[in-house]
DNA sequence: CTGAAAGCGCTAACAG
DNA sequence: CTGTTAGCGCTTTCAG
């Protein structure tokens, strides 16, 4: 491997000495400016550096250091509509705090512990997303005082570890009772997202909520899996709808999942929000603009991708263990009837 | 900084090696099976790896080897709507590869070279997407022989660099000539996208020849500044409508700039397409659920993603350098008044 | 088949 | 204020 045509070696830190004619502390002492330097030594050392180009090997430094100045963000899928927002804001804020982001998805599957994508090994901390990392993994790294964060779902049992949240249940609650006080929708459904997510587990909380606040029954036959994902969502659109399940309003989990419903709707020949009313959640990149403009909870990902960043560094650097929920919002449009 | 509370040390292979009750090289070459070593010995040494939980430290066997294993991804801003596609892919072919990502905002500014956020110093080779790195940054790159796949612009001149492009000018002109073909329009707007990038410069050469196929002059009042980008395109519209300047579609540069056109419309109650049309370019998640469905040229972003990240390995792998030109196609939908 | 020794490029005491 | 001296954890000749 690595055999490409030209490779000029790089400067290292040994020919900026030579350059400047002084030793290689020297010049890492200016290049960190720790300790004093005279003014003309200084001088001498950035003119060197500038004209050979010399930037230090990460590894390098690393490996002295045992820091890396890498973070990591670990996701399932890099695919999902919200995670623009969500990485750009991540990424902006460890990029202003000095550090380097690197990305891996992770399927939950391949943790032989040898090729771990993101670890101690390689970034001095982590955010991970909802279930990217399984419980056993994430309390090992806890347990070795490895900095991690928690995006979308709390820590395991018996361990402390930051984690940022958004708020699900009640938002959720707010959207399903909009539903049925103001639009007097009385079978909704509600579509599951990825099995054991938490945010799924929590919006299914504040739809039952919603439900018994207004002694509507829940009917085991309205709760059908979407997966937060358009594709899965319009099949089981079509199955209830093959099933001849009477419903007059859907909740689809999320924005994805109701872009699903509303094109099995559509199929169907069913008005939206006429026939039926369709609301998602996310509030993400196009849900003002499809048809009908979908009503739906705003979550602010930039946010949550600053509070996530901004307290992986605090944990990195000063040892702080901070936990956030980022507060959401009912967010009406066209297609809950209004 | 780095002082969390219990940093337990991790194992290095001095542990593995005595638990194991063999030598580092030993180890190493188990780790690295290359050599030859007894099967007893390996089981020994995997079960103390197994053991110790024991993962090789990225920086130590970065300074040793001079590779990093990982790439980098280089963009000017990680929240467009095709970034998910692109990334997905990219992450998804580095990493069959055994690569990691590290990904880097980069502002075309911060080019002291001594805070280089993706370079020789961090990762083996990088993907530069559009206007990410300066001309001159680039011929540096491969003047040093550090590979660079270019996404989405053209080598400067006098450097050869693979690079992965995408069909502007005989789509656009495909989309244009629909336009005035098939729906009779013969004022149509073209929303230019940032100052010198490479995509918007061959969207408008495609517009200007598919006018001139037609007979049409190109009118410099039909040209105006969309920037890629919803609120700006949103914002030229309403300044086109307030200068009176007359016309009966708009080519927005891209999906992106199209919804803000298509927003500004209806806020002077204009419909679309039947006052005007309105056509788009990536055909991004939400073309074909927005209202009405976009006709648009659509991309095919994991392709590229994938073509991209393979170019660079084989680059970096075999000193290889291929480029790509990968095609593209005319979306019909509702918006041009189909 | 395996161990000893050297060194990758850098930083961090410690003297001067 | 500056140079000398040790390593950081790993891979890799080179002997055995």
Known sequence: MGSSSNHLKRPTIHDVAREAGVSKSTVSRVLNNRGYASPE???RVEEAVADLNYIPQASARGLVSQQTNTVGFAVNDLSSLFMPPLLSSIE????????????????HQAESASDLPLGPHNTDGLVA??????????????????PVVLLHRSPPAGVECPCVNIENTSSTRALINH???????????????????QDSLEREEGYRQALEENDLAVDPALIAVGGFN????????????????????????DDEAAVGVIRALR?????????????????DYRAADIDPALTTVSVP???????????LISYIEHGHITSKVVSTEVVVRRSCGC
């Open 41 to 43: 030594t200084i001088a």
């Open 92 to 107: 902006s804020t460890i990029r202003t705090a000095g550090y380097k982001m690197l990305i891996a998805t992770v399927g």
């Open 129 to 146: 997303f909802a279930d990217a990392y399984s419980n056993r993994q994430i309390i090992q790294f806890c347990e070795q005082g490895y």
């Open 179 to 197: 539903l049925i006080r103001v639009h007097h929708k009385r079978r909704i459904v509600f579509l599951r997202g990825p099995k054991d997510q």
């Open 230 to 253: 358009a594709d899965i969502a319009e099949q089981a659109t079509h199955e209830l709808l093959d099933a001849s399940v009477p419903f007059d309003a859907v909740f689809a989990g």
């Open 267 to 283: 199929d169907r020949s069913l008005s939206v929000p006429e026939d039926v009313a369709v609301v998602g959640f996310d509030d």
């Open 301 to 311: 990902f930039d946010e949550i991708g600053e509070e996530a960043a901004q307290a």
